[in-house]
């Protein structure tokens, strides 16, 4: 069996993602983008090794059964401690193991991970090799086409033969530079320019190995250009800022009926999660927060928001405020001019 084959049997959903969002793509914004979508992966925000290892475990990997299929991204650089918090993010039932080798923030360049780790892919072939040899479910990277001055060329060329040769199951390609000096990270998602053709290029010189693409993808129809010329898809801020464009996926990317209808039957179908979370302790807002979006475009979406934002962080607020901010939005889409 090929490396692609292996992925495409044990990564299901690979297809199409939802890429780690720091401080987004947290357990309860899974569970209800998992409502939109079946078949989508969905990604823990990136989790550090020594969190892993010495933090409060349980809050920070810790998920429901209904997320499968689900990553975890582990950020970190050490072979062995790699190595044991995948063994851990394995045992609590984990998917897959992906390594962040693409985040560009000044907290991660100080731990040594994240996008910096494009100048030392020998080492994060070793960080590669150390978590296949610790567990059985796929170990993949999340990676830039390159850093800074470097030839996006060469470098990727390089990351990608070095974790193939550690046993890496796929790669998903943020297709554009990470500029660690100059530029902030919010800077850092619009500039330099996307560089879609690159990793075209990398999937045409290793066809074997399993490869997504990641970075400005805003919408399904674009997720379903690309997967022309790669294998995957992963969508970030449009799948985050506008949710109900999953509700496509299912049925334009694997062909299968969407799991709701529309965001009216989204909510519905959400409430019993939110009703076993507020019996749990946790606060609406922390449920809400990640479903402020969903009516973009239709009347009433901005009352909706704007009552959640207002009455939504209440200690009170139940599924009753969430049904009221519903109610203030339109059923009816307005016409296209």
């Known amino acids: 069996m090929t490396v692609s084959e292996r992925l495409s049997s044990d990564l299901n959903g690979w297809r199409f993602s939802v890429a780690p969002m720091m401080d987004w793509t947290d357990r309860h914004c899974r569970a209800f983008h998992r409502v939109l979508s079946r078949r989508a992966r969905l990604y823990t925000e990136m989790v550090t090794t020594g ?3 010495h933090g409060p475990r349980e809050r920070l990997l810790g998920f429901s059964d209904r997320e499968h299929p689900v990553a975890v991204q582990l950020g ?39 996008a910096c780790l494009m100048r030392e892919p020998a080492l994060v072939g070793d960080c590669v090799a150390a978590m296949k040899a610790a567990v059985s479910v796929p170990v993949t990277v999340k990676c830039r086409i390159g850093v800074d001055n470097q030839d996006a060329e060469t470098a990727l060329d390089c990351l990608a033969d070095t974790v193939v040769r550690a046993g890496a199951d796929g790669l998903v390609v943020h297709a554009r530079k990470a500029w660690l000096q100059g530029l902030s990270p919010k800077e850092n ?3 330099p320019p996307l560089d879609y053709g690159r990793v075209v290029r990398l999937k045409r010189a290793r066809p074997d190995l399993p490869i997504a693409v990641n970075g400005g993808i805003a919408t399904v129809a674009q997720a379903r250009a ?76 901005r009352a909706y928001r704007r009552h959640l934002a207002t009455h939504g962080i209440r200690a009170e607020a139940g599924l009753a405020t969430l049904r009221e901010a519903v109610s203030l939005v339109s059923r009816e889409m307005p016409e296209a001019a």
């Open 76 to 114: 970190g650089s050490n072979p062995g401690d790699l190595a044991a918090a995948a063994r851990i993010a394995e045992e609590y039932g984990y998917d897959e193991i992906n390594l962040n080798v693409g985040c560009p923030s000044d907290r991660v360049q100080e731990g040594r991970f994240g």
């Open 51 to 53: 969190a892993v290892l």
């Open 226 to 301: 690309h997967l022309d010329a790669v294998d995957g898809v992963m969508m970030g801020r449009a799948a985050y800022g506008e949710p109900a464009c999953l509700i496509a996926v299912d049925p334009e990317l694997f062909g299968v009926p969407a799991p709701v209808a529309d965001a009216f039957e989204a909510i519905e179908a959400y409430a019993p999660y939110i009703a076993e979370a507020l019996a749990g302790g946790t606060r609406l807002h922390s449920l809400t927060r990640h479903m402020l979006g969903l009516f973009n475009g239709r009347p009433g979406a």
């Open 189 to 191: 998602r619009d500039v």
